[in-house]
């Protein structure tokens, strides 16, 4: 037993140093891989020309807008289109009834021919009176009655006449058509229902190409702009929409309308845009954002927004210089697109927008541009 004791400290005495080293190698490969380049993606900081820009809140609306109304009363045949679609002007909506209009525009034919034979009569009796008093047969009080007899024949037609072009028209009143081209909404009746002028809008139809888009301006920005361009009219400042989710509209617009009043309560003048609509993206009564461009363009730095990031300081970006990452404070301005204006960076300078994450000030990098990435 007393060999064996001695042999056991000698033993491990011989193995702790292995371990030791064996530990020290595993401690210090991560040290190891921490020390070299982070990977990272970049874009170059761009110089654009970028035009001073004003944001309002705006709502769009369709240049027309109609509610289709019957303008007869009788019962509703069918419904020509589907809710939502688009429709041409002149187009088939609703079909009502015809059986008791055809009736009406007949008995108003009936009117008028009957009316045709009493004028034609009353004529007959009229020339009669006059030759039997040229041949004193006859007395001036016949020719004076038949001559009126012959007027009140004419009022007569003319009367039936009338009758006879209304009828007409209600009969025509029977086939609902589109006044505008556009898109439809929901129908409010269906087949078998009775419907007449009092039954409210059948349904709505509203233009599409192009469409408008109203915002009130306050009387602060609105003379701004009018220095800016220099003029009243406004007519070359660009109008930008921007969708709720912080995207722009592909279309530019341009003002076509400046109310011709200031509102006494809010101290802004209402201004329209026309904006082209091909695609059918915007929606009447929409909500937006409304992004004025005046001025001449001047060059300013963009980088993509994916590059920023703020602390309690404020905000910084990374960029990559003589293989190191180094911290630039930024002063944000205005987005361009995807990219926003920044001051306190270089054009050219290369700004990490992948693999920040794990960045401290001075670490290595290995840049790589990104592609697809844009100010």
Known sequence: MGIVARRKPARWETVRPALWAAALLLGAAPASAQQGPIPV????AELKPI???MEFVGRVEAPERVDIRARVKAMLEAVLFKD????????????IEKAPFEADVQQAQGDV???KAALALAKIQRERAEELLTKNAGTVVARDQ???????SKGALLTAEAAL???KINLGYTDIVSPITGRIGRTAFTRGHIIGPDSGPLATVVSQNPMYVTFPVSQRDYQEAQKEEGKADLSNVEVRIKFPDGSFYGEVGR???IDVSVSRTTDTIVMRADVPNPKGQLTDGQLVRVELKSGKPEERIVIPQ????????GVYVFVVEDGKAVVRRVKPGGNVGAGIVVEGIKAGEPVVVEGFEALRPGAAVRATPVVGVKG
């Open 306 to 313: 994916a590059a920023l990031i703020a602390d309690q300081a």
């Open 51 to 53: 035009a001073d820009a």
């Open 255 to 257: 003002i076509n309308f």
């Open 165 to 167: 072009n209304t009828a």
């Open 146 to 152: 038949a001559i009126a007899n012959e007027d009140s």
């Open 113 to 115: 021919e009957r009316a």
């Open 84 to 95: 939502g679609e688009s429709v041409k002007e002149g187009q088939p909506l609703y079909r």
């Open 41 to 44: 993606g970049v874009v170059a």
